[in-house]
Every structure is written in C-alpha cells, then in structure tokens.
C-alpha cells in the first residue's frame, strides 16, 4: 500500500503536476493539504479520470484537504446539452474510504478547514494541515499552541485499533538536523523550543516520527521560493509521517519526491512542498 501526502498548495494551479505525481509513483492514498478550493471548484473529474475518487474538505483560497483512492476506471456515458451521447471516465473505490470524519471535536479554528481523517487500508488515517503561526508574539502562534494542544488531545483518544497513521504539513521543524541553517533558524517561527515541544506533546507516547526511526539524515520537504532556496538547499522538514508502534513496525520505506520541487518549462511553478511517500507492508 502506497500513501502519499503532499501539501499542494493550490489543487488547481498544480493539477497538472498531480495528474503526473499520480502516473509517476501510482500510489493508493493521497492526502493533499493547502488545496485553497471549495468542493464545488475541486477539480473531480479530472482526478476520476485519471483513476481517483476524492474525499473532500474544502475551503475557498485558504487551507482545504483532500484524500484521494485509487479507484478502477469505468465509462459512463451522459447526454450533452446538444443530444449527442458523450462519454467521461469515473471511478469505482478500490480503497473504499469509511468513518469520513471533517475537523475534530473541540477544534479551536473549526471555521478551518484543517483536519480530516477516514479509515482505509486497514488504518485510521489522520491528514492535517497545522496552523503557520506567524511570529512568536502574534495572536496566531498562540492560536498554533492552544490548537495543537486540542489536536493532540484528541489523537490520543483516538481508539487503539485500527492502527493511527498521521500526515500533513505540521508547519514546525521536530529537530535541528530538519533544518538547513539550525542557528541561524534557532528563534525563528518553525523552528522554536515552544513549537517543539507542542509537537512532542502532540506525539506524545503514541505516536513516533516515522522518518526520525530509519535515519538522522537531514531530509528537507519545503524549500522557500525566494534565495533560490532549492537549488541552495536551504531546507527544513515539515511535512512529517506520525504512527503508532503498529504502523511502524509495517513501514517498508518512507521517503521524499524531491523531483517534484524541480520547475519544469511550460508547467506551472511547483509547490514549495515536495510530496512524502510511504510504503507500507
């Protein structure tokens, strides 16, 4: 089973990218974040083209989530406005989606679209998108910690079968080694004790960083578009992948799709979050 995430950072601007992510690496699950559509002005039928069913959560220009399944296509056909027969391609859920579940009890900014989650694959799935926070004496980075409290709060009640895998854009570097430049970023939104340490109550004993248990190597997921920021490698990693021992223990391989930050001419700009990929057992 294949799980990507990916913080897309606007479905409609980078679908041709996500149509090509799709055909490149075939997974089974996507969890998009900052997909800046409501539902009606998702692109669904270009995805059910391609082969995906879409479980939506959308909000107009700021934050939305989305988790795609990978389906079996099949054509339908329809009647045009002219009367003349036409034919689209659906598709049927391979990888049905149950216990749909859109923000979570006592969300602080529940007028966000932010948090969603299904059961699928034999797992309870969790894809977030964590509030940015701003500066630390912003109204909006203590917004980020009471937020990220009630989250995890609510994580951790989250019963203890199926197995609990969590993706997203968490908008906080865990470590030193997720940064490019650890003193220079020290005090900075990101990358501050107080961000760290609600990330690590958030986890709490449940939940592991997936990534941190292979390796220490410093793996960044978002470059900013500014200093050419990419081609410097001036990095940090906030696109995380947290489970509980069961999910872990059946994690074949979890890595970063660094390809798909590259500009490519005549495509739309990339997101500044290259996608997550997962394998599981």
Not at 187 to 206: F, M, V
């Amino acid at each position: 089973m294949r799980i990507i995430s990916w913080n897309i950072n606007s479905v409609r601007a980078r679908l041709p990218r996500l149509l090509a992510l799709l055909k490149r690496h075939a997974p089974d699950v996507v969890c998009l974040q900052e997909t800046k559509a409501s539902d009606k002005d998702f692109p669904e039928i270009q995805l059910s083209s391609a082969g995906y069913c879409s479980a939506l959560y959308g909000q107009n220009s700021y934050n939305g989530l989305a988790i795609l399944t990978r389906g079996k296509p099949r054509q339908q056909s329809l009647m045009a406005f002219s009367e003349t027969e036409s034919t689209i391609i659906e598709a049927r859920n391979l990888f049905e989606l149950s216990e749909i579940t859109r923000g979570f009890p006592n969300d602080p900014a529940s007028g966000e679209a932010r948090v969603m989650s299904a059961c699928v694959g034999g797992l309870r799935l969790v894809n977030a998108y964590v509030i940015n926070g701003e500066d630390r004496i912003s109204d909006k980075f203590k917004l980020k910690g009471i937020w990220m409290e009630a989250f995890g709060n609510w994580l951790q009640d989250l019963p203890e079968t199926p197995p609990l895998l969590v993706v997203g854009d968490f908008n906080v570097a865990p470590e030193d080694c997720d940064v490019w430049n650890p003193e220079g970023l020290r005090d900075r939104i990101h990358c501050t004790p107080e961000e760290r340490a609600w990330l690590k109550k958030l986890q709490g004993n449940r939940l592991h960083d997936i990534l941190r248990t292979r390796t220490k190597e410093k793996i960044y997921t978002w470059w900013p578009y500014m200093r050419d920021g990419f081609n410097r490698d001036e990095g940090l990693r906030f696109d995380l992948v947290l489970g509980d021992q069961a999910i872990t223990n059946r994690v074949k391989h979890v890595w970063v799709d660094k390809n798909e930050r590259t500009p490519v001419e005549q495509i739309e700009a990339p997101s500044d979050h290259a996608p997550v990929i997962i394998d599981l057992s």
